[in-house]
């Protein structure tokens, strides 16, 4: 284990600067260069980097860097690769292809550059060693580099890959810039997540939870500005005046927590961010029952110290800080948000799913958490289709609606119920009902953006999700959405990179892997494909990888390899026509397999007819609802909804393709060979044209009605 070094107790003074291409790290005063510019780096990955370079060549586990650097195990994992990366970004790197940082999944990293030491010159006294705790602040990064994240499944054609629905540029990696300082406001604040001193399981997202509440009882008071939440591992880097100058904020709030038993302490302190000074502070030891009333203090002090008196409604503000009368039902409502806020896995969302159903049986009227379980559910349909899904989900939502209509959480939750169902005017009043409430407001972005997105309203939809990305720097979950976004309108190129920087900073989830490797199987790129998929399948064997393989292997002619893995990827999620769809395309394809596909292809029509009349404006799915239709002969039904996925303008390189693929599959070779053009000027990779055998008797292959689709 390492430890944090000691002047009194190390032998030699530890090296000056450090080298290694065309980066220079100077250890005494805290900076990096690349190629002779500074890099802005924030003091725990300047931190990181030196734990690195003070080991290169050796893999240094995941647990020595928190304890080297953060001084403790009790911060979220994620604090770790933020700042992984951070370096990566400002060095150049590359985590796909890395030159300077290795990552060794799920244990640690390892410096692997040559390079160059640097010793100090003699000097008298105890050698100065890079601060840790205390080192004082760079700027923060302010570019790209997580909403509430939307496992939302997409289709690419032929036998459908199944990506999780998430501003790159030109380049692959994420863009850091200096922070623009900004004038602070006399009244106000940025709420920093507060940080856990004990060790038990939860305290982590329990402390960070009292930061989230606190931060949107603060953010509806009048008079009182209040940053958008920074994140958690943004709390507390030693100097508040950068981050003022970078929020244009003048105070900073922020607080350490530790419970033990059934004891609570809390100190909490309100910083000036023009000297640094200390405004006020306060030591809370108390019952842990007494959570609410300490917050509710809290909240008291900061907006009497920042606006001289308290706000006419106390018990408004005293009421956003007791969302329920159950403390019991407090703690689950916290780990459920918590799961929420990330890219979310389905297993995570499961698991979220269990943290609110608890919080309502402790306290059945718990709105927030009925709000919770709301989106839940929502995203959950998403990412399945399922539409039983769809009809309890729905229920959910409603009963939030019932419980609280005013509330904020509740107006984003009816957000994303509305525009799960196609209804974009409903949905877009919710989402910009949500807009005063600071704390919600990048989710409420991301759901905009969603929605002109469907809309094909690209600039407008770029322009909500940069405005997430702002008051979220550093959030996977709006890479993703960005990345979608330019999935959309046919940017493969701009898409991948999206989402390469979204599984640099969230490197676990396997979702992202999944639609990294549809994206690259999509824009004809098979080997980075199926590495994606297997790197995916190895964090956790979801339907959508399995299905995404599958595709793969049905595109290089291996149809009883595909139809396999599309059977498992089916037991693994029974609702979703996409899956089963995707088993008749396999039989089809393969010798003998057409009568087994025809049952198949039933299914699945009857499966996505449910499905998209719920969502109507789904136009992918209507166009594979055409194509379950031609198999099944239904000549009339197939042209129908073809033609309805290409009036809704969404998703054209997709509609095209598969337009393509039914007109083969009815006989009508020009019709196919025009729609096949209007795919290759969408961008559409010639790979996926020959991977369908219906298509290959339009470019002289073998009799169209012997065929699979694909």
Known sequence: MMEPGNPATMGPAPPSRYRFADVTVDVAAHTVTRGGEDCALEPKAFAVLLELLRHAGDMVAKDDLLDAVWGHRHVTPGVLTRAIAQLRSALGDDAHDPRFIQT??????????GLEVEAPAPASGAAALPAREDAAAMPDPAGPVTAPARPRAWRWGLAALVLVGALAGAGAWVHWRSPERLPPAEASVAVLPFSTLSGAPGDAYFAEGLA?????????????????????????EGDVRVLGRRLGVATVLDASVRREGQRMRIDARLSDTRNGFVLWSQTYDRDASDIFATQSEIAREVVRALLGVLPPDVPALDRRLRPTADLAAYEPYLHGLNLLRGTASLSELAEARRAFEAALERDPRFARAQAGLCRVGIREFEAKRDVGLYDAAQATCMKAARMDPALGEVSLALGDLYASRGEADAARKAYEDTLHDTALRPAAYIGLGRLAGTRDEDALAMDYFERARQLQPGSAAIHREIGYQHYLKGRLADAIASFRVATTLSPDDAGLWSSLGGLHLANGEREPAAAAFERSLSIEPGFAALSNLGTLRYEQGEYDEAAALYSRASELNPGDYRMVGNIADALAASSGG????NAAYRR?????????????????????????????????????????ARRLGTARAEVALLGAMVHARLGDRDAARESMQEARALDVAEARLQAAPVLRQVTGGQEIASQGGG
């Open 594 to 597: 057409r009568g087994r596909a």
């Open 604 to 644: 699945a029509a009857e499966m996505a007819g449910r499905y998209v009349a719920i969502r109507s404006d789904d136009a992918e799915a209507k166009a594979w609802l055409a194509w379950y239709r031609a198999n099944l002969d239904d000549e009339a039904a197939a042209r129908r909804w073809l033609e309805d």
């Open 212 to 236: 989230v509440e606190m931060h949107g009882a603060l953010a509806g008071v009048p008079g009182l500005k209040v940053a958008a939440l920074q994140p958690a591992e943004g709390r507390r």
């Open 104 to 113: 060794h999944h799920a244990l640690g990293y390892r410096f692997i550059a």
